[in-house]
Antibody, heavy 117, light 110 residues
């Protein structure tokens, strides 16, 4: 069974940093692109970032460029999102999702990030 | 990249059909066939319901169908059932090699 489990969310002050993790199991992690998608409370889904299966290419939404870094460790079957210079508007549930040819076919349960003083 | 435009809410009675629209631009919905639809129940993760405009993943009911005309994609749910009540989100790959989602549509089954 394909499983994605996010962790690392929590309460952080504005300007602070947080690193999210997504542990993958049930499939060959190194074969797939991966994404981070977020959802602010009561709002819609917003795409954040994508990384190639081998980690050689990454791309970001404009609103996180220069602040967030997506990475992966294929030996550990784990996806990461390093988030720096956090703002109140970054408050959201962050989901990791597997890419299956330009669609996100499997999602984790999400981890909540709250940016507040 | 601006979000795709979806109606905030739609409703229908059991057994009826409803359609949710998703309007973008020639840089996303109108520029390729990588349009997807996701169902999300409260407090749950999104679930892929339609991909590549009109394809259903294994296990998804054939009551769900998708289509596209120009810059607007549509999700149709026929034979509405109580369990269909959820939020529905559209998504498209873009010409900038990014993805964009719609604002989501709340479906109420009356």
């Amino acid at each position: 069974e394909v499983q994605l489990v996010e962790s690392g969310g929590g309460l952080v002050q504005p300007g602070g940093s947080l690193r999210l993790s997504c542990a993958a199991s049930g499939f060959t992690f190194s074969d797939y692109w991966m994404h981070w998608v977020r959802q602010a409370p009561g709002k819609g889904l917003v795409w954040v970032s994508r990384i190639y299966s081998d980690g050689t290419d990454t791309i970001y939404a404009d609103f996180v460029k220069g602040r967030f870094t997506i990475s992966r460790d294929n030996a550990k079957n784990t996806l990461y999102l390093q988030m720096n210079s956090l703002r109140a508007e970054d408050t959201a549930v962050y989901y990791c999702a597997r890419d299956a040819r330009y669609r996100q076919d499997c999602w984790g349960q999400g981890t909540l990030v709250t940016v507040s003083s | 990249q601006s979000a795709l435009t979806q109606p905030a809410s739609v409703s229908g009675s059991p057994g009826q059909s409803i359609t949710i629209s998703c309007t973008g631009t020639s840089s996303d919905v109108g520029g390729n066939n990588y349009v997807s639809w996701y169902q999300q129940h409260p407090g749950k993760a999104p679930k892929l319901m339609i991909y590549d405009v009109s394809n259903r993943p294994s296990g998804v009911s054939n009551r769900f169908s998708g289509s596209k005309s120009g810059n607007t994609a549509s999700l149709t749910i026929s034979g509405l059932q109580a369990e269909d009540e959820a939020d529905y989100h559209c998504s498209s790959y873009t010409t900038s090699s990014t993805w964009v989602f719609g604002g989501g549509t709340k479906l109420t089954v009356l």
